[in-house]
């Protein structure tokens, strides 16, 4: 149970260790649908925007019994059709179900070539037969903004950097796996982090997220409230990865907290930046103390990837590659084929999961490879115009 859960179930003093009131709001139904079970912490402020209410997950709001995807938003079915603008798809124009009914995992990274790189790589190891004069194709290509691309019951998808970036994708790849029809998606997280008393190279599979105060927490503010949801990663997921490290590889890899920042300068602690208003010994002292904390390693995605993910209900795992040490420097000074070996480190261990999942459920060398299925030709016209105007 993590701290913040503690705060919300005993009602302790808040982190400024003044006493926080607790409001109580159980269960409620609308429209059929279940809404979660709050606990809201007052600090005794007039305005309401001062609460902070955590929001806890209960396993019958984010499943159906078939296991598909249980979106926690009424206002979903009441919808003509949910254009997902920055995918460039829609529930009205494409047939969902038909593209993405199949899909098991959905592996995400930041760069649109290191997820099709990521694509052709899974392929590979689970020897994925395209259909003779095809190739991969972009499905999201239309968007301009984040790519897409399907093998099998892959799914491999680029998310930008930071996280509102993650956090608008998750929104409407969610989305898509309820659209789709999913049963019990396993998302991954697939990324480059900078090390905390680990140099580079080393294979991080995150335990938990934490942000720069060493919160458990993704904190957002929702019409003018508070709202804090609980960044849990899947611990049998981490150890199962853990399980499948090679013995022979190269390289360290290990498990422990990851820091999530909403910058790369500043936030990290960095004396590099275009602005610094702190001393190398303010830098040391604050990144040690984090790796005494068990941070071992530091990036900008994991903590609304793992709010997100254990929002939906959906098991998740964030693995890394560390490009430095943290403790020893700034810049990423590794030449460029050094940085590319390392960053396919975390692919592989992945991809060995994923094989051996399929491996198991005798669901290898599967045809088939995300061509767009269209269901309304002048709704699928419409969204490729919206997605290609809008902001």
Known sequence: MSQTDTFALNGRSNHNGSEQKIDDHPSEHHNGYHIPHRKVFDNGDEFQGNKTEI????????????????????????????ILYHLALGSGSH??????????????????????????????EIGHKLPCGTTLQDISQFSYRYSMYKVGPVLSISHG??????????????????????????????????????EGGTVVISEEAVDGALKNVLELTVLGKNIQRPAK????????????????DPYD???????????????????????????ETDKMEYLESVHKAGVVNIEMESLAFAALTHHAGIKAAVV?????????????????????????????????????????KGRLSLEGHGSISVKSPRRFKLVQQESETYD
């Open 95 to 124: 047939d969902l179900v038909e593209m993405f009914g199949d899909v098991k995992f959905v592996c995400m990274g930041g760069t649109p070539k290191r997820m099709e790189q990521f694509a052709y790589t899974i392929m590979a």
């Open 320 to 360: 890394c590659v560390t490009l430095l040490d943290r403790l020893k420097g700034d810049q990423v000074l590794a030449p460029k084929e050094v940085l590319d070996e390392w960053q396919q480190r975390p692919t592989k261990l992945v991809c060995r999961y994923i094989k051996r999942y399929l491996q198991m």
């Open 253 to 279: 890899t290990i498990t422990g907290k990851t820091m999530c920042t909403y910058d790369f300068y500043e936030g990290q602690g960095r004396l590099d930046g275009a602005f610094c208003d702190f001393t």
């Open 55 to 82: 929001e806890e997950v209960d396993d019958n709001s984010v499943r159906y019994p078939d296991g598909t995807v249980r979106l926690r938003n009424p206002n979903i079915e009441l919808m003509d059709q949910d």
């Open 233 to 248: 990663l899947d611990k049998r997921l981490a150890r199962e990865l853990k399980a499948l490290s090679d013995p022979e």
């Open 161 to 198: 950097m930071g996280i509102p970036s993650v956090g608008i994708l998750l929104h409407e790849v969610i989305k898509l796996m309820y659209h789709a029809k999913v049963r019990d998606p396993i998302f991954f997280r697939i990324g480059t982090c900078g090390g905390v008393g680990y």
